[in-house]
């Protein structure tokens, strides 16, 4: 298989998969086998609406980072052509998917995996037909590729509303709590350690789909003082939170001593800690939350 690679030069790649049907045919029946969406709040003033991810499949792979897309930026080095030929997703899960490509007459099903927060071409599949034979092809074989993508940061959650927002009170530090909920806290017996708002919050969350991150103020009076979860990045297993906070600057605004954000669950990859830090807006740490186990 090395001496047909080394012949075919600066051919396209395309021709190494007819060149494998030949050398290797092995059926596919033997073998296995989504830009970070950034939410806003769309009211005029900074309130904050919490609503619950688009559970559609399309939905997690464009917030995943898309395995189409992914598939499109390779295609020259697997021997496809963006402009002609039809790309399309199959299936996508937690941790793999399949994109389907139809090039010149035949269909291959390109297989993904998650590395992290971005998706890696693991195999080619050349399906087989009256006038194909099948082919497994993996993408080490192409030396162009690059199986292993560098770290990025990915922006699950953002809301410029409190971009405004300022602590003028320099004499008044307030008291403030961060946590993250993978289940009901009245299921878990933590109502206690979890502020009202949120486990109220909580009950309208599907955890198998789901989970919370919240911020609280506390010893504050209601007039005017405010807490925001304003940015959520992830940047492989680690997660950084934005944290803004206000004093009081105008008479008669009520208080916001909660917040909360709902993300996908499957940003979640236990095979590492998990480890989630809230930070203020100059990039200070408030907090560190480190996440075990499933």
């Given at each position: 298989?090395?001496?047909?690679?080394?012949?075919?030069?600066?051919?396209?790649?395309?021709?190494?998969?007819?060149?494998?049907?030949?050398?290797?045919?092995?059926?596919?029946?033997?073998?296995?086998?989504?830009?970070?969406?950034?939410?806003?709040?769309?009211?005029?003033?900074?309130?904050?609406?919490?609503?619950?991810?688009?559970?559609?499949?399309?939905?997690?792979?464009?917030?995943?980072?898309?395995?189409?897309?992914?598939?499109?930026?390779?295609?020259?080095?697997?021997?496809?052509?963006?402009?002609?030929?039809?790309?399309?997703?199959?299936?996508?899960?937690?941790?793999?998917?399949?994109?389907?490509?139809?090039?010149?007459?035949?269909?291959?099903?390109?297989?993904?995996?998650?590395?992290?927060?971005?998706?890696?071409?693991?195999?080619?599949?050349?399906?087989?037909?009256?006038?194909?034979?099948?082919?497994?092809?993996?993408?080490?074989?192409?030396?162009?590729?690059?199986?292993?993508?560098?770290?990025?940061?990915?922006?699950?959650?953002?809301?410029?509303?409190?971009?405004?927002?300022?602590?003028?009170?320099?004499?008044?530090?307030p008291g403030t709590?961060?946590?993250?909920?993978?289940?009901?806290?009245?299921?878990?017996?933590?109502?206690?350690?979890?502020?009202?708002?949120?486990?109220?919050?909580?009950?309208?969350?599907?955890?198998?789909?789901?989970?919370?991150?919240?911020?609280?103020?506390?010893?504050?009076?209601?007039?005017?003082?405010?807490?925001?979860?304003?940015?959520?990045?992830?940047?492989?297993?680690d997660f950084t939170?934005?944290?803004?906070?206000?004093?009081p600057q105008s008479?008669?605004?009520?208080?916001?001593?909660?917040?909360?954000?709902?993300?996908?669950?499957?940003?979640?990859?236990?095979?590492?800690?998990?480890?989630?830090?809230?930070?203020?807006?100059?990039?200070?740490?408030?907090?560190?939350?480190?996440?075990?186990?499933?």
């Open positions: 298989m090395k001496r047909i690679i080394r012949k075919l030069g600066n051919q396209r790649y395309k021709k190494l998969l007819a060149a494998v049907a030949g050398a290797a045919v092995i059926s596919s029946a033997m073998m296995p086998g989504l830009p970070a969406a950034q939410a806003k709040s769309s009211a005029d003033t900074p309130r904050q609406e919490h609503k619950s991810e688009d559970r559609r499949d399309d939905a997690r792979a464009i917030r995943l980072g898309d395995p189409v897309r992914k598939v499109k930026e390779n295609a020259a080095t697997f021997g496809f052509n963006v402009s002609r030929d039809q790309f399309s997703l199959l299936s996508i899960s937690r941790d793999s998917a399949t994109v389907q490509v139809r090039s010149s007459g035949r269909t291959y099903k390109v297989d993904l995996k998650r590395g992290g927060h971005d998706w890696i071409i693991t195999t080619i599949r050349g399906i087989g037909d009256s006038n194909h034979a099948a082919t497994y092809v993996p993408a080490s074989m192409f030396p162009d590729y690059t199986l292993s993508p560098a770290a990025s940061q990915l922006i699950l959650y953002q809301n410029t509303n409190f971009d405004n927002w300022q602590w003028l009170d320099s004499t008044y530090t709590a961060f946590g993250v909920l993978l289940v009901n806290p009245r299921l878990a017996g933590t109502t206690a350690e979890v502020p009202a708002a949120v486990t109220a919050q909580a009950d309208s969350v599907d955890f198998n789909r789901q989970f919370l991150l919240y911020g609280s103020l506390r010893g504050v009076s209601g007039d005017g003082y405010g807490i925001a979860l304003s940015k959520v990045v992830q940047t492989g297993n939170v934005t944290v803004r906070t206000k004093s008479a008669g605004t009520a208080s916001q001593t909660d917040s909360w954000v709902l993300l996908d669950r499957s940003f979640l990859n236990f095979s590492d800690p998990v480890v989630i830090t809230f930070v203020n807006p100059a990039g200070a740490v408030l907090s560190t939350l480190t996440l075990t186990g499933r």
